[in-house]
């Protein structure tokens, strides 16, 4: 009987020392600390092949000549990244909503989540719904996973009074449509900078005081407060996790990576190799971060930011479908973006 018993428990006491060797190799890996090395197996998918791509990140379509970009596999220091399966991935979240909130870098980590899924499961039958600027939805109906993209460019509120368009740093309405989702990204910086024709409020409030202006950076950080504030008192980390998309950089001024100011993305073809950048950290990221420490509720912090301020070379530039002025904010598709998610699923797995 003893022998029986030693017997059936013989799988479970391999996986524990199986278990417990895996997790003293690998010490808390930092995903985020590492290098691009050249893969000859990247891209992982075509990207000509991938029906939901927007023509504002598809560079190989709107004549860029170059393909380097696209071969680079981030490695991080210490571990190595779990190869992405997207069936696996719709398996693990079967029955359940993704929804990627934020500015158009969010769209850009949705897009680059489409294609790497159609990648996996080409088949698939899939129902679109929104498909507006401000809302699109994809539900694989196989696996009954919705995964969607809500535009707010500040994450907070732009409301309309009789004054005119009023940026609210305390008011987040929207987060009630948030919450059906049980996985949230979020990201928001780009337009906190925006000034001119290019912003879309004339007053900032800030409790109860209403301004023309105010620091941006002030601005930003009392609004992801707000944001903060609301994870605390409306997610529930049962049901939702969540993650923050860390700032994404821009590669405007050569300055950034040791070249001339007047450089920007435009014909770069190879990542910046050196293992600081020599801009160093995005100040924003300070702000982010201490709003997430301020956070009670696990928050993951996907920390892109380093990483992709290496890849100089994987921007849109002047090869985007969408010619409005040269693009050195979003990323190609594919491309960079394919890891942050790549990196978002390591995260999750683990
Ligand atoms: C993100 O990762 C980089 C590289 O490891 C690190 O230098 C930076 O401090 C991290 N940012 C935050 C906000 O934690
Ligand atoms: C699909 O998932 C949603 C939740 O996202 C759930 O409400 C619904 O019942 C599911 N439908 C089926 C057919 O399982
Ligand atoms: C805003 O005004 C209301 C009503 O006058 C007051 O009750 C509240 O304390 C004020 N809030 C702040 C932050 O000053
Ligand atoms: C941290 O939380 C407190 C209490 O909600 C708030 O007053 C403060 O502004 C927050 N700080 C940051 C950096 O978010
Ligand atoms: C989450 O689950 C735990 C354990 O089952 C439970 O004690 C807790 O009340 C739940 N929290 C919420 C907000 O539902």
Same mark, same amino acid.
């Given at each position: 009987?003893?022998?029986?018993?030693?017997?059936?428990?013989?799988?479970?006491?391999?996986?524990?020392?199986?278990?417990?060797? +895996?997790?003293? *190799?690998?010490?808390?890996?930092?995903? %985020?600390?590492? =290098?691009?090395? @050249?893969?000859?197996?990247?891209? $992982?998918?075509?990207?000509?092949?991938?029906?939901?791509?927007?023509?504002?990140?598809?560079?190989?379509?709107?004549?860029?000549?170059?393909?380097?970009?696209?071969?680079?596999?981030?490695?991080?220091?210490?571990?190595?990244?779990?190869?992405?399966?997207?069936?696996?991935?719709?398996?693990?979240?079967?029955?359940?909503?993704?929804?990627?909130?934020?500015?158009?870098?969010?769209?850009?980590?949705?897009?680059?989540?489409?294609?790497?899924?159609?990648?996996?499961?080409?088949?698939?039958?899939?129902?679109?719904?929104?498909?507006? +600027?401000?809302? *699109?939805?994809?539900?694989?109906?196989? %696996?009954?996973? =919705?995964?969607? @993209?809500?535009?707010?460019?500040? $994450?907070?509120?732009?409301?309309?009074?009789?004054?005119?368009?009023?940026?609210?740093?305390?008011?987040?309405?929207?987060?009630?449509?948030?919450?059906?989702?049980?996985?949230?990204?979020?990201?928001?910086?780009?337009?906190?900078?925006?000034?001119?024709?290019?912003?879309?409020?004339?007053?900032?409030?800030?409790?109860?005081?209403?301004?023309?202006?105010?620091?941006?950076?002030?601005?930003?950080?009392?609004?992801?407060?707000?944001?903060?504030?609301?994870?605390?008192?409306?997610?529930?980390?049962?049901?939702?996790?969540?993650?923050?998309?860390?700032?994404?950089?821009?590669?405007?001024?050569?300055?950034?990576?040791?070249?001339?100011?007047?450089?920007?993305?435009?014909?770069?073809?190879?990542?910046?190799?050196?293992?600081?950048?020599?801009?160093?950290?995005?100040?924003?990221?300070?702000?982010?971060?201490?709003?997430?420490?301020?956070?009670?509720?696990?928050?993951?912090?996907?920390?892109?930011?380093?990483?992709?301020?290496?890849?100089?070379?994987?921007?849109?530039?002047?090869?985007?479908?969408?010619?409005?002025?040269?693009?050195?904010?979003?990323?190609?598709?594919?491309?960079?973006?394919?890891?942050?998610?790549?990196?978002?699923?390591?995260?999750?797995?683990?």
């Amino acid at each position: 009987m003893g022998f029986n018993i030693a017997l059936l428990c013989m799988p479970l006491l391999l996986q524990l020392v199986q278990s417990l060797i +895996i997790k003293n *190799s690998q010490p808390s890996c930092n995903l %985020y600390e590492g =290098t691009w090395v @050249y893969d000859e197996s990247y891209p $992982l998918y075509d990207a000509s092949r991938c029906p939901h791509l927007r023509r504002e990140f598809d560079c190989q379509k709107y004549g860029r000549p170059d393909k380097d970009y696209l071969k680079y596999r981030w490695q991080p220091t210490s571990c190595n990244v779990p190869m992405f399966d997207g069936k696996e991935f719709l398996r693990i979240w079967a029955g359940k909503k993704i929804m990627f909130v934020g500015d158009s870098l969010s769209l850009n980590q949705w897009q680059s989540l489409l294609c790497m899924l159609h990648a996996s499961v080409p088949d698939a039958t899939i129902k679109s719904s929104g498909d507006t +600027i401000d809302f *699109s939805s994809m539900t694989y109906q196989d %696996y009954n996973v =919705t995964v969607m @993209y809500y535009r707010t460019p500040y $994450l907070v509120d732009i409301i309309n009074e009789k004054i005119g368009r009023i940026l609210n740093l305390d008011s987040l309405q929207a987060g009630k449509q948030w919450l059906q989702a049980n996985l949230l990204i979020f990201n928001t910086w780009h337009w906190w900078l925006r000034s001119g024709k290019y912003q879309p409020w004339d007053f900032i409030q800030d409790g109860n005081t209403t301004l023309r202006d105010m620091d941006r950076t002030l601005a930003f950080s009392k609004a992801l407060a707000t944001w903060g504030r609301w994870v605390e008192s409306s997610v529930n980390p049962n049901t939702t996790k969540v993650f923050y998309q860390g700032v994404s950089p821009s590669h405007y001024h050569g300055t950034d990576w040791g070249e001339s100011y007047t450089k920007s993305c435009a014909g770069e073809m190879e990542p910046f190799m050196g293992t600081e950048y020599p801009a160093g950290p995005v100040p924003q990221e300070e702000v982010v971060k201490s709003a997430l420490e301020n956070i009670s509720k696990p928050v993951h912090l996907l920390n892109i930011t380093f990483l992709s301020q290496l890849r100089k070379d994987a921007h849109p530039s002047s090869y985007s479908g969408i010619k409005l002025r040269m693009d050195c904010s979003h990323w190609c598709i594919a491309g960079v973006p394919d890891v942050w998610n790549s990196l978002m699923y390591a995260a999750l797995l683990s």
